[in-house]
């Protein structure tokens, strides 16, 4: 069973078009995230939620649009791509725990965005 | 800016040995810390965490955490060719949830 799951794996579109990439996961966690992951590997974190609640909203261009439905759900949709908005996008999740912001994160396969 | 700072490597180590990998981070309200090994292509895969000074032992795997030297490391015993990757070290800061990422260190296990 896989326990964060991504859709799609691999998108390929043109520049300016809209996308979404969806986010699930079965760990029973209260805490989700959306990660960028550049050329050099840089692994950047974009939004963070937590049950439903946006509670990191890092610097990105508001093109990007996070959506958790439900704390086991979270979406981005990003607007009018751009060349530079190539990457792996990941998602992850988390539980917070007593005394502590969270526990380990788990992320998924992520999404590879290839803008033409 | 608070950083996770890493050395980029690549590391080349024999296979058998140990490869000793470090990381630095310069957020001082950092409690918690984790290792990740991510194979090209892949997604990050958690290896360790750490939250206390001192050392932690998972099998052939050991993180070390210096609170006052603000020092995170890795050691790999008996380093085999599966090994070989990039290793990410994160810090979660005492605010949130937020995790921040090093560059990751390529290993790399020669046979």
């Known amino acids: 069973d896989t326990a964060v799951s991504q859709t799609p794996k691999y998108l390929v579109t043109q520049m300016g078009n809209d996308k979404s990439i969806k986010c699930e996961q079965n760990?029973?966690?209260?805490?989700m995230y959306w990660y960028k992951q550049d050329s050099k590997k840089f692994l950047k974190i974009m939004f963070s939620?937590?049950?439903?609640?946006?509670?990191i909203n890092e610097t990105v261009p508001n093109r990007f649009s996070p959506k958790s439905p439900d704390k086991a759900h979270l979406n981005l949709h990003i607007n009018s791509l751009e060349l530079g908005d190539s990457a792996v996008y990941f998602c992850a999740s988390s539980q917070a725990r007593t005394g502590m912001k969270g526990g380990p994160q788990h992320f998924g396969d992520g999404t590879r965005l290839s803008i033409l | 800016q608070k950083e996770v700072e890493q050395n980029s490597g690549p590391l080349s180590v024999p296979e058998g040995a140990i490869a000793s990998l470090n990381c630095t981070y310069s957020d001082r309200g950092s409690q918690s810390f984790f290792w990740y090994r991510q194979y090209s292509g892949k997604s990050p895969e958690l290896i360790m965490s750490?939250?206390?000074?001192g050392d932690k032992e998972d099998g052939r795997f050991t993180a070390q955490l210096n609170k006052a030297s603000q020092y995170v490391s890795l050691l790999i015993r008996d380093s085999q060719p599966s090994d070989s990757a990039t290793y990410l070290c994160?810090?979660?800061?005492?605010?949130?949830?937020?995790?921040?990422f090093g560059t990751g260190t390529q290993l790399k296990v020669e046979l």
């Open positions: 939620y937590n049950n439903k609640e946006l509670i």
């Open positions: 994160a810090g979660r800061g005492g605010g949130g949830n937020k995790l921040t």
């Open positions: 760990l029973g966690h209260d805490t």
């Open positions: 750490i939250y206390s000074n």
